[in-house]
């Protein structure tokens, strides 16, 4: 047992320094060089945790030294202080410190560290309460950076890689080493060099030893060529957390611009899946409860935080799913009508936008908040195709030609089949395709593309909802992902925050919107004059047509009531109930005794 353990500290031992320490001691009185290198080697070790008594220490021994040489100095101390807690504050983001927690933390320690040198500069360290005030303040302001997560993550990766020598030699990677390190929330990633000869297939093949010597979950351990695509690099990710373990709350907008990528949630990997929409129609796909939604309001949570982008939506489920971001939607469709007449507009909008282009002897629609791009986000398309496959022809001229115009599609269904997404050529012109969980194999397909279950875009394994798979321009091959949650709450605060940053549409397109909508109205007003006029032939015939011809085209004295009898070919009785009827609607009146007229005239 004993035994055991001593092997274990050992094999720790040898982890941690790449050899296992030996004291010998000849008995020449070595014996205090011993501990003090020991004592050396403990304090630079744990340099990080001792990092507020240093601090304290140096502070005090300072003080006292400028106390006697230089007392005068205290007001220089004092705004060095005050100055760098301000610089720390403002600009410390650029120093690492990603949080504004850390910002003011280290702001205030700078001017605390400040402020206290400056007193005992001028007072000395024996004017009461300075010296207590240094233990008390002390231990007060080291206690969060004895608990920040993140340093002791950073301590814990720095102690990591410097046992690395050791692991690359045991695994059979000699000579490679570190170049590079960031710690962030879900583990930390190196950039590392290799030695001569070795290459980044040899370190993939290396995997499980990684995992095994570094002590990580099985899985933990990515390896990827760096950004410069060199041979002989490689990164290194390690995470402490499987990213999608859980539900990933929604960190809030990861753009302020529709020429942004989007960020749609973490991949495995904690890299961010980042698609761009802009000149992109979008396609999500996946069974019911896989997280379509969820991903919608990923999508639209970010658009309504871009100023250049106006939001049309269509929600045939009564508006049960996009509702909520009404007050960011410039416009919102929930029934099949309102959904004809809102494609019906975005084509006349592009159509316009084209000729603009045109007459300008430009190709593209850059959109800014003057000009904004038009994305069109259709929640449960096979709803639309059902409901409304009329609409089939704007949605199709909108897929072809909406890109340089910038105007977009987004379409969510469950199965995108040619039935389903209206026969038209919608779906092959979807350049971001986005596939939740399917049931069947040959869905795989269906939304990501012919071909792409082969090639080992699995999307029928997706375990959880909200996790998919991403195809697009830059991502070609099939990473797991894992869409944000947003939450009920994170979606209204959302739109409170944007409702005021929302833009209109631009000129030109509220213009073709307003002219089509003019020319419907004319056209449905052509299409009553004539449906009334054959209404009017066919009526002519009619004792009541003939009788209300005779009372509008009656002149100012009236008509005898014997010429309408005559005329109408009916009796007294009929004519005079159908006078009383007409007069009891205001619509005929008696000139004099027996003689009628309309009162259309009246009331021109
Ligand atoms: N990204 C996510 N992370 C964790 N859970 C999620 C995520 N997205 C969705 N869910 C969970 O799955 C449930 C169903 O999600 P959602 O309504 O988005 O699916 P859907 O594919 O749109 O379904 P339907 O087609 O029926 O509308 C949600 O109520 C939520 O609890």
Redesign the pocket.
Known sequence: MARARQMRRQARTIRRYGYQPMIVMNGDGQLPDVIATLIGRGLWRYRSELAPIYLATTLASAGTVLHFTHPQWWPYLLVAGTFAAWLLALFGEHAGLALRAERLYAAVVAMSAGSWLAAVTALGITFWPLAPLLLGGGLMLALPWWVHRRRCAKVRVNRQLDAWPDIAQAIGLAGSHVQSAVVDVWGWRARFALARGQTIQDVIGKIPAIESALGTFRGAVRVHPTRDDKANRFELRVLDTDPHAD??PWPGPSVSSITEPIDL?PFEDATSARVLLLRRHGLLG?V???????GINVLIGNLTACPDVVIWAIDLKLGMELQPWVSCIDRLATTPEQARALLRDAVAVLEARAAWLASRGVRVWEPTSALPALVIVIDEYAELADDAPDSARDTDSIARRGRAVAVTLIAAT?RPTQKAMGKGAVRSQMDVRVS?RVRERRDVDLILGQGMLDVGWHAQRLNA??KFLLSAPEHDIPRRA????LIDEAVASTVHKHVDIRPTLDEISQTAIEEAQAGIRLHTADEQEQSLAAEGDEACESPEAILWALLSGAPEEGIPVSHLIKATNMSRPWVYQRLRDLSDGGRVTQVSRGRWRSTADDSQ
């Open positions: 539900a990933i949630g996946g019911a409860g896989s997280g379509k939604s969820g469950q939740f909802p909200g894992r869409a944000y949650l």
